[in-house]
């Protein structure tokens, strides 16, 4: 497993990283004039790569890059043929990591995550295939602006008053059912991904997760472990302890072959049957 309390990372996109789960907290602070609201983010980040899977390294990737955070899934079905699609998701990352810093100081319209994607599908060498998330403050317009490809994502949640509020879970993209919509080889494209803009407010915390943590922890779960790290109004751990904890129930419940998961609900309602929860990099 890995964890790190990231500030100022660079090209992290070509660390060897598999399955992760970010949790992200907006800090900032509120201005009174109608311009834009300052934000950035502050991260933790719990990764346990599962074991039964080669490489030991995983299929999956992640990047931070200023004010944008992404992650990428490698589709596991491509080891069938002998390909590692982890490989074909550290290249994105790091192609989409390289765009960032080449447009650091650029005005972004609401099409640049999309466009980022298109290039760095276009310079990609590796074989493979994989879901995405990306997420990146706008400077432009003080948002939050989001993309989703597959059934990795991102849910926000916010403080008020005692209590941990779960405002907004991104909508899987699916062609069936386990076949997640997919950029690579014979996959979508990015123009089909899920775009959407959030207005976030300091303190407001984001998760984002490739499947291995939405096919085996529940939102009430989520909301749970948030509330434990909170005392009053101040969040009294790190966020990697945050994203720890998360990312133990989700492990825990990955291993059980009995019991219901979310993934078992999934299957079920498609006339499928599952028990427990779903092994995968978390």
């Known amino acids: 497993s890995e964890s790190a309390y990231i500030h100022s990372p660079t090209c992290m ?10 949790f992200d907290q907006i800090i900032g602070s509120p201005v009174i004039d109608p311009e834009p609201m300052l934000l950035n983010f502050s991260f933790g980040l719990k990764s346990i790569p599962n074991p039964d ?38 290249e994105i990352a790091n192609r989409i990591s390289i765009n960032e810093q080449a447009h650091i100081t650029c005005n972004k319209t609401e099409s640049y995550l999309t466009e980022s994607l298109e290039k760095a599908l276009k310079l990609s060498t590796a074989k493979g295939s994989c879901t ?54 014979n ?17 407001d915390i984001v998760v984002l997760a490739t499947d291995g943590l939405w096919d085996n922890i529940y939102n009430d779960e989520i909301e749970g472990v948030i509330q434990s790290y909170f005392n009053g109004e101040k969040l009294i751990y790190t966020l990697n302890d945050v994203a720890n904890g998360l990312g133990k129930i989700a492990w ?8 219901s998961s979310p ?5 079920s309602a498609h006339g499928k ?10």
């Open 187 to 203: 996959g979508d494209s990015p123009r089909t991904a899920s775009v959407t803009s959030h207005s976030l407010f300091p303190e």
């Open 53 to 90: 899977t080669y490489p030991a390294q995983g299929e999956d990737a992640w990047v931070t890059e200023n004010n944008l955070i992404g992650i990428f899934d490698g589709v596991g079905s491509w080891k069938d043929i002998g390909v590692d699609s982890g490989k074909f998701a550290r």
């Open 263 to 267: 993934f078992s609900e999934k299957a």
């Open 273 to 282: 049957e599952w028990e427990g929860g779903k092994v995968d990099d978390i």
């Open 132 to 185: 995405c998330t990306l997420l990146e403050i706008n400077e432009s317009s003080g948002k939050a602006d989001a993309l989703c490809m597959g059934d990795s994502g991102y849910s926000i949640y916010r403080k008020i008053g005692d209590c941990i509020e779960h405002l907004y879970r991104s909508e899987d993209l699916m062609h069936n059912f386990n076949y997640p919509f997919q950029i690579g080889a």
């Open 252 to 259: 825990r419940r990955s291993r059980q072959t009995t019991g």
């Open 13 to 22: 996109a070509s660390l060897p990283f598999s399955d992760i789960l970010f």
